[in-house]
């Protein structure tokens, strides 16, 4: 304690108040306004009338936008006022002249950051823990969610102090601090999306993976703002990473401090080692910025190289001016001679593709498993929730999969990616564990070959891409068979037993439909639902043999399915677009002589038998009328669709 | 004692300072002179332990300077423009300097109340410039510092202040045997002052003297003979010859008393030995190594 007495300057506290203190009381002020007046507001409201309390476990979420904003700004200011110092020469004269080593300064610079950004939300964390405690009679609010606002709050402005901090050791410019804490905070994601995006050019096939997109956005607090907005569970994890983080870059900081030369305050680069890699990477940045410049606007590839030589000269001047702080560069010419000498090697090696990447389709007896993904999205989506499903590793189908392949580099095109195409992705696990993924946008001529492998149909294919098989059928707690029009019949399933074994018909089912063109459709969906997971949705056809025989076996088909039993009418009219689906209009379009009108038992068997799923341009429309009920069931049908 | 060794410091690719050897014993002021850009702020901020030397070694009694807490609470540097906290009145500025420096004495506070007369509860940001100076020197005698480091601590101020604040460094050193390094880019302003000179020119040092021993060691001979003898002042260092039609003028270094028996020996018809001021001094000190006065000060 004595220790820490002697160590303590009170002046330089005090200082240090009268420097940042108003920010603390600001921000204080503003977190008082919005989030606990809104809360105490909010559970007044709901102690007269809880159904008006919207619940969000987020309290982010309460207090609108302006806390979520100000936790990206306090910090800043704050780094910014305390470290000033740094950045003018006498302030930083006078300083380092006193008695005090610069670990003391260091730290009561950065303890007193620190208090001002967690009182505030110190504060308000027990105010809100007295108004919950005070007027939550309904327990609307729990403690847990308190505690989670505090520490996402805390974390967060923790990390953006220290980064801000960080960035105050390398520049003697207060500005250049200010932007470049915003720039090295957007930097993991805007660098790798650049780098990425340019790459496409050189590489077509190049897979831009989501996960990796999904990894690089948590990188940093700026990019992983939807955190703060939508967070449902807390993820403990980050939050602890980013105390950590801070620490480390806090720590660092202090080494950089101690190097810190104190005559280079006023100047952009404090440290001379960091300039030529400040001015190479901020050219490198702008003539990347050139190539997405480029690519927004669709130019053509002699267009995008004089893109990427314009940006490079605009970023290369730029970034020598805020190295020297003046305007005469212009005589500057050597670096850029490096960096364009560099950059042409580099297009060069990637545009002739020297590691091979373009072309490069693996061998048969090098491929363990492959996959082709139509819908990435949803794939990696179950993937990082269920794990994987197996994919092809039958001979014939890895040398249908790179023939494929093959097909989707010949009609690759470098500007492709830039398109609005569809996006085929082609993964191959090896024998050594590793993946090669390949992602190709295609436009419809292209997408027409793919097309006709008719991989749809493949019972693999059927197996990664349908929710069906990735669902673990002992979890699933309910099924619920439904008709269209107001859940005319419906069913649901709730016994375990009957479950699994009603799942594992539908999946034999499923592997062995026909195609869509051949299936012919029910008036009848079906949904399983497992806790916590999205519910599997499946349009029941006719082909659905075992799972149709089994619901009649146990006596649902009657309760759960529209037979046509349960029809009263069919009227069938020609289709009109213009009409919609409604059956209103088409009653008043179509006088009963013009429409054909079937109301025996026989024809309406008869013709929902044949209701094929139209696949082609609608020629009739069908308007199926329930047992009562007065609105139809309306069903457009193409050609293939006979009546006699 | 404060030594200075083999000292460098580079600006990029710029030396600005490179000094082999400097030695400022306790209880001395010493003047450091030097045109504007010589590196005397530079120096000046090394030996307060600002900024850090490229190489080489400063120590104040055999301990290096730079991160030494201990030491630096015995050291109060002045720059050229004083700097104070924004919106600080002397009274909080009094406390700020009464935490940093534990020989902080509060009657010579309260002391230099009564002398300087400001209002310690205005904001200094209020003063002029020459009210500003006399705080900063206010505030760093009260600390009672054992060396005091000035940058053109008289830049710009009248000659009443001037006066009032030469006198209070004079009775610190005397009191205290407090040693006080002074830059200027004028001789005239400091010679009354110090007891010491180092010339800086271009980081260099140049030379450096106790003015003491200069003054009693320097004279002027103007001469004239019938015919010039050979061996006259071969025995001494001659620093400037000229000649005026039979009339020579000879700067000379030895003891008087020396150079009288000399003279005496030579047997001219006339003969004048006439005492220099501190800058002819210098101006013939340094030409004799080489360097014009004129370039090397303002």
């Known amino acids: 304690m004595r220790w820490i007495m002697s160590w303590y300057k009170k002046e330089l506290t005090k200082q240090n108040f009268r420097l940042a203190g108003w920010l603390s009381v600001g921000y204080f002020i503003v977190l008082f306004l919005t989030i606990i007046l809104g809360q105490i507001d909010l559970l007044t409201k709901a102690n007269e009338n809880p159904n008006d309390y919207h619940y969000y476990s987020d309290l982010m979420l309460h207090g609108g936008f302006i806390p979520a904003v100000l936790l990206f700004i306090m910090p800043t200011l704050a780094a910014l006022v305390l470290f000033r110092y740094l950045h003018k020469q006498d302030a930083s004269d006078f300083i380092h002249s006193l008695p005090s080593t610069r670990l003391t300064i260091y730290l009561h610079h950065i303890i007193f950051g620190v208090i001002s950004l967690v009182l505030p939300l110190v504060l308000t964390f027990v105010s809100l823990l007295v108004v919950d405690q005070t007027l939550d009679h309904h327990h609307l609010l729990s403690i847990t969610d308190i505690t989670n606002w505090f520490h996402l709050s805390v974390s967060t402005a923790l990390i953006v102090f220290s980064v801000s901090v960080f960035v105050a050791m390398l520049t003697g410019v207060t500005l250049i601090q200010l932007i470049f804490t915003y720039i090295f905070l957007f930097l993991p994601v805007g660098l790798t999306m650049l780098v990425v995006f340019n790459l496409n050019y050189a590489l077509p096939g190049l ?18 703002i939807n955190r703060i907005f939508m967070v449902s569970s807390m993820d403990w994890s980050k939050v602890i990473i980013y105390y950590i983080v801070t620490a480390v870059i806090l720590f660092i900081s202090y080494f950089l401090y101690k190097k810190r030369p104190i005559e280079s305050a006023n100047q952009a680069i404090v440290f001379e080692a960091l300039k ?60 850029y001679g490096f960096f364009f000498l560099a950059m042409t090697l580099l297009t060069i090696g990637f545009s002739f593709d020297i590691t091979g990447f373009v072309n490069h389709i693996p061998k048969i007896d090098e491929i363990e498993e492959a996959y082709v993904i139509d819908d990435q999205y949803s794939f990696y989506q179950r993937e990082a929730y269920y794990g994987r499903q197996a994919g092809f590793s039958d001979v014939d189908d890895l040398e249908m999969i790179q023939s494929i392949h093959q097909k989707l580099i010949d009609s690759a095109d470098r500007k492709a990616f830039l398109g609005y195409g569809r996006s085929i992705i082609i993964m191959y696990v090896l024998d050594d564990g590793s993946e090669l993924v390949r992602q190709y946008t295609v ?56 479950i699994v074994e009603l799942i594992q018909l539908l999946r034999e ?80 379009a179509y006088d009963d002589n013009e429409l054909l009108v079937y109301d ?45 | 004692m404060l030594e200075v060794k083999q000292l460098s410091k580079k600006f990029g690719k710029d030396v600005v300072v490179d000094i082999e050897h400097i030695k400022i014993s306790r209880g001395t002021i010493y003047g450091l002179l030097g045109s504007n850009g010589a590196g005397k702020t530079t120096l000046l901020k090394m030996l307060s332990g600002i900024i850090k030397p490229t190489s080489g070694a400063i120590t104040f009694e055999e301990s290096p300077i730079y991160e030494n807490r201990e030491l630096k609470a015995r050291v109060v540097f002045i720059p050229d423009q004083p700097f104070f906290f924004q919106h600080y009145s002397i009274k909080q500025l009094a ?86 390094i002074i830059s200027s880019h004028n001789l005239r302003e400091v010679e009354d002052l110090c007891n010491y000179i180092g010339i800086i020119h271009k980081g260099k040092y140049v030379i450096d003297r106790d003015i003491d021993d200069l003054k009693t060691d320097v004279h002027k ?39 009288k028996q000399s ?36």
């Open chain 2, 221 to 259: 001979v103007q001469i004239a003979f019938k015919e010039i003898p050979d061996r006259l002042f071969k025995d001494f260092h001659v620093l400037h010859h000229e000649t005026r039609g039979s009339v020579h003028m000879y700067i000379v270094k030895g003891e008087l008393e020396d150079i």
């Open chain 1, 276 to 335: 030529p890699i400040f001015i190479y990477s901020f050219t490198f940045s702008f003539t990347l910025i050139g190539g997405m410049y480029s690519g927004a606007f669709g130019y053509s590839i002699p267009v995008l190289f004089l893109m990427y030589i314009i940006f490079s000269i605009i970023g290369y001047y730029i970034s020598q001016m805020i190295v020297d702080k003046t305007w005469r560069v212009f005589g500057k010419v050597k670096q």
């Open chain 1, 443 to 498: 436009d419809d001529e292209v997408y027409n070959i793919f097309a006709q492998y008719n991989l749809q149909h493949h019972p693999i294919y059927k197996t990664y891409t349908d929710p069906l098989f990735y669902i673990t059928p002992s979890r699933a707690n309910k099924i619920e068979i439904m008709s269209e029009n107001y859940n005319y019949k419906s069913v649901s399933i709730t016994d375990r037993a009957m």
């Open chain 2, 95 to 180: 406390d700020f300097y009464r935490e940093q420096y534990p020989s902080f004495d509060e009657a010579r506070f309260l002391e230099f109340e009564r002398i300087f007369k400001l209002d310690t509860k205005k904001k200094v940001h209020t003063f002029s410039k020459g009210m500003q100076r006399q705080v900063s020197f206010w505030l760093a005698l009260s600390a009672q510092p054992d060396y005091l480091i000035l940058d053109e601590p008289f830049d710009g101020l009248d000659a009443v202040v001037r006066k009032k604040i030469k006198n209070l460094i004079i009775r610190d050193v005397a009191e205290r045997d407090m040693t006080v």
């Open chain 1, 509 to 588: 089912d499923t592997l062995q439909l026909p195609k869509i063109e051949d299936q012919h459709d029910m008036l009848n969906y079906l949904t399983i639902h497992t806790p916590g997971e999205q519910e599997v949705y499946i349009d029941l056809t006719q082909e659905f043999h075992q799972t149709l025989a089994w619901l009649s076996e146990q006596d649902f088909a009657k309760e759960a399915l529209i037979l046509p039993d349960d029809i009263l009418m069919i009227k069938v009219a020609p289709y009109n677009e213009e009409l919609y689906y409604d059956a209103i209009e088409y009653e008043k």
């Open chain 1, 600 to 644: 025996d038992l026989a024809s309406i068997e008869k013709i929902m038998q044949r209701l094929s799923i139209s696949q082609e341009e609608p020629q009739r429309m069908l308007m199926i009328y329930l047992k009562e009920l007065s609105s139809p069931i309306m069903r457009s049908v193409d050609d293939n669709f006979s009546l006699d």
């Open chain 2, 263 to 298: 003279i005496t020996l030579s047997n001219p018809i006339l003969c004048d030995i006439l005492p220099l001021t501190l800058e002819e001094i210098f101006v013939y000190e340094m030409e004799g190594i080489g360097y014009a006065m004129d370039h090397v000060l303002v």
């Open chain 1, 207 to 224: 897979a831009i993976n989501y996960i990796i997109d999904d990894v690089i956005v948590h990188f940093s607090p700026l990019t992983d």
